[in-house]
């Protein structure tokens, strides 16, 4: 280059060097966290994935590694999903609406929103911790699934009603209008063409909080939920357990067959988790694709 | 500043005029106290095509949305003044904002038909309203009206999405066509479409006179001339000169409003 | 003058034909109440929290004295001789937090960065819902991930490391809240506009002096609200820390050994047989209002940063 100077170049050639050097050390931090994830998976099903098995499935949890099973784990969280979703799905959508479209801007509404954004930062134990005050005791639910399921559906109503929010506001104002100007109230334009242009976005915000509260383990255990259930619930006032607290009874035990055990009861709560990711990306994309 | 009274037309022109839909009496609207009309009076004829024009930020727009109280939607807004709709003002504390938008409809720049499917377009504001007659037949009708019926009606179910840009428009007339409301407001209905959709509208627009009264406000001069029978010149909110559209054209009476038709300014 | 007929009304809408209210619509009152009263309970969630806390919390100073319970370096709630010094617990988290962020401050942001500023679309594309997936996955998980795998592989490395010990929570905790890092920051440095980029390198500068001259310190709200946020998280952390890192009350300043955060002694108290009422119970309560204190003024400083400084472009 006959325009600049020898020294000028050899600048140039350290600060290139310094972007390319710079360049790939994101690109191995990037590719390192994907590979972590890849190590953790691949841990997880070498070690369980030998135990499963029919007997894995049909057995109730045993002091004797060969006969222990995930049977009421699996119910007590086939059942918390249900009660979480017939709890949470509703209030929080209604929030959210509430929010978006008939609170206004005011400061009573501004302090509900600080209130929601803080309560989501919220430690899960200590959800636990109110949940074992107000459920269990104060209303005698007792160590109950109906108290498991309201100290969740506590715990996720923040990210139902953050992501209800976003979806309903993604809403253009132009369909709004064209509703009013119909002589349609206001209820009626959120019933008939808010709330079905924002359902794919409050669904994928609905499965999100739906995970966490299955995989969430402190907040069971402050309730109670208890480690050793050798029998199936019957209905939302039976003791209970579930996946996370049967993983992590499992995991504190000395002996590494129950540690191999506990990866296998992993595989079961991941296989759980993705299953219904699967089933939120398919809701979506069916609405989203009915929408255009 | 002057505007014209019904009995001077009768009294100079002997005409016979229709009766006035809308009274407008000093009419204001200001947001959070700052005024965007400032006592606008006139009277929007029955059957006829009022135009509103003027340059941008006149508050033409403002005007018309006060018509159906779809201002009432914005914070801050106060409306100073009456607007009377059949010896009823729209603004009483008595009136209902959701039945005056049963009969005064609107259409807006930009289409905006519903995510749904055509049928399902026109049919959504009748059925909220409990309409009980046959709503294929309200749709066939109120897609005639709009010009639009041809060119849709063997795919009513499609999505409304996949119409053109005129013929979204075309829908959302239709859409507020199926309330048959009393008056239809247009807010620059085409100023988003391309000039041969426009040229369709305005045709339409002629053909929807004889059954309807209309309010436009439009930014193009030449539309208003081509197709109104009444204008409005409006700027900073006052409105500084209103009559019959040739008049404006031709003769407009305010030094303000030659400038403007003839387009000294704007 | 020829008399015109008098405007006609609509007739057959249904409704009535004059512009006056309808007697009240009570169906869409009763509509509202019900999503005001759905509003609501997030507000009385948090006041049920703070009386909760407050009042447990109250109880306990009652028969411990504050200055015992802040200052003090022995925790040992539960047995005679007994002693309410609660630092061992805080510097146990602090250790776990302290650890994380070491590992998930910086690495977040490098994600951050190669995913906004480096990775084509195509590799964007995946990338992200992986690093989402991290973020998805329970800490459980993570718990057992720090037993089984990290601690053994860090016994081939540092032989004398206890097998519950704070350097696989710290790591573990790390992996956790690297995801959030990531994603935060990335939205972040997204939303700087490209037109600052573009002047930058119009200017003559290298990739790397854009990125850490102009488009961080343009994004730098987001970047530390993030970080903020994660580091709230990982001090709510519980079961990862609970499995892996133990249940031992600790001043040592050593990473290789077994100590107690916070989380970790309220998850101890619920599943012991500690009698509620007495004060070994209520230790619970204080304990927990400490966290609860600590992560709530981490996210309204959090909260505050983004508001305040929020870089606001055109």
């Known amino acids: 280059m006959a325009f600049i100077s020898e020294q000028e170049y050899q600048n140039l050639q350290h600060r290139h060097r310094k972007a390319r050097v710079f360049q790939r050390c994101c690109a191995a931090v990037t590719w390192a966290s994907v590979f972590l994830l890849a190590v953790l998976l691949y841990q997880v099903c070498a070690d369980g994935l030998g135990w499963l098995d029919w007997q894995f499935f049909n057995s109730f949890p045993s002091r004797f590694p060969d006969r222990a099973g995930i049977k009421s784990a699996l119910v007590g969280t086939l059942w918390m999903i249900a009660l979480v979703a017939v709890f949470s799905i509703p209030v929080g959508i209604s929030s959210a609406l509430y929010l978006e479209e008939f609170a206004g801007k005011g400061k009573f509404a501004k302090f509900v929103e600080l209130n929601i954004s803080n309560l989501s930062g919220v430690p899960s134990i200590v959800y636990g911790i109110l949940g074992l005050a107000i459920f269990v005791r104060y209303f005698a639910l007792e160590r109950s699934l109906i108290s498991g399921a309201l100290t969740m559906s506590l715990l996720i109503l923040p990210t139902i009603i953050i992501a209800g929010r976003e979806a309903i506001r993604g809403v253009p104002m132009s369909i709004r209008y064209a509703a009013l100007s119909l002589g349609a109230t206001r209820w009626q334009t959120t019933w008939a063409h808010v709330l079905p242009a924002s359902f794919p976005g409050i669904m994928t915000g609905v499965i999100l909080a739906l995970s966490r509260a299955i995989g969430e383990t402190a907040p069971l255990i402050l309730i109670g939920a208890m480690t050793f259930v050798a029998f199936l619930p019957q209905g939302p006032m039976d003791s209970f357990t579930a996946l996370p607290i049967q993983i992590y009874n499992w995991v504190s035990r000395p002996q590494p067959e129950f540690h191999e055990l506990a990866a296998a009861g992993i595989i079961v709560l991941l296989v759980v988790l993705l299953l219904m990711n699967a089933t939120a990306i398919y809701i979506r994309s069916r609405t989203e694709r009915r929408l255009k | 500043m002057s505007t014209m009274e019904n009995a001077d037309l009768v009294n100079d022109r002997k005409k016979i005029l229709p009766p006035a839909v809308l009274d407008l009496k000093e009419v204001s609207v200001l947001y959070s106290g700052k005024a965007a009309v400032k006592k606008v009076s006139c009277q929007i004829l029955r059957n006829r095509i009022t135009a509103i024009i003027g340059p941008s930020g006149c508050g033409k727009s403002t005007l018309l949305r006060s018509l159906n109280r779809m201002n009432d939607f914005v914070d801050g807004v106060t409306i100073e003044g009456e607007i009377l709709f059949a010896d009823q003002n729209l603004y009483g504390i008595e009136v209902d904002p959701v039945q005056v938008r049963r009969r005064i409809g609107m259409v807006f720049q930009k289409p905006n038909p519903f995510p749904k499917s055509i049928y399902n377009n026109i049919a959504w504001g009748p059925s909220i309203n409990g309409y009980t007659g046959s709503m294929d037949e309200l749709v066939e009708r109120s897609l005639s009206q709009a010009a639009l019926w041809d060119e849709v009606k063997d795919r009513l179910q499609e999505s409304a999405l996949n119409l053109s840009g005129g013929q979204q428009q075309r829908l959302c007339i239709a859409r507020a066509l199926a309330m048959e409301p009393q008056v239809l407001l247009m807010d620059e209905p085409c100023s988003a479409l391309d000039p041969i959709s426009t040229s369709r509208i305005e045709d339409l627009l002629f053909e929807l006179k004889t059954h309807y009264t209309i309010v436009i406000v439009t930014h193009n001069m030449q539309q208003a001339a081509r197709i109104s029978d009444y204008t409005a010149f409006m700027e900073m909110g006052i409105m500084i000169e209103f009559g019959e559209t040739d008049q404006i054209f031709t003769r407009p009476n305010i030094k303000r409003t030659e400038e403007y038709v003839t387009g000294r300014f704007g | ?314």
């Open chain 3, 1 to 314: 003058m020829e008399q015109l007929s008098p405007i006609e009304f609509p007739v057959g809408k249904g409704s009535n034909t004059s512009i006056h209210k309808a007697g009240m619509r009570w169906g869409e009152f009763v509509i509202k109440i019900w999503l005001q009263v759905c509003a609501l309970i997030s507000l009385v969630t948090t006041a049920a929290v703070v009386v909760l806390l407050l009042v447990e919390s109250v109880k306990f100073f009652k028969v411990v004295s504050p200055l015992e319970f802040f200052f003090g370096t022995r925790w040992v709630p539960l047995l005679e001789p007994s002693s309410f010094g609660v630092l061992p617990l805080l510097w146990g988290t602090m250790l776990i937090t302290i650890g994380a962020a070491v590992i998930a401050l910086p690495m977040g942001l490098a994600c951050a960065i190669y995913l906004s500023e480096y990775a084509s679309d195509k590799i964007r594309a995946w990338v992200k819902p992986t690093l989402e997936l991290l973020a998805g996955i329970p800490t459980i998980v993570y718990g057992y991930f720090a037993l089984t795998f990290v601690t053994p592989l860090l016994k081939t490395f540092i032989p004398n490391i206890q097998v519950f010990n704070a350097l696989s929570g710290a790591i573990v905790v790390g992996i956790m809240i690297l995801p959030m890092i990531a994603t935060l920051s990335d939205n972040a440095l997204r939303s700087v506009p490209i037109s600052l980029r573009q002047a930058a390198y119009a200017l003559g500068a290298t990739s790397y002096e854009v990125t850490t001259k102009v488009v961080v310190p343009a994004g730098l709200s987001g970047v530390m609200a993030s970080y903020l946020l994660a580091i709230s998280r990982a001090i709510g952390e519980t079961m990862a820390v609970t499995i892996a890192s133990g249940q031992t009350p600790n001043l040592s300043l050593s990473m290789l050994e077994s100590i107690q955060t916070m989380t970790a002694y309220i998850v101890q108290i619920s599943l012991g047989d500690t009698p509620a009422g007495s004060v070994g119970y209520q230790t619970l309560f204080a304990v927990a209002t400490m966290l609860f204190l600590i992560t709530l003024v981490l996210n309204i400083i959090s909260q505050w940063i983004l508001s305040r400084f929020r870089e606001v472009y055109d």
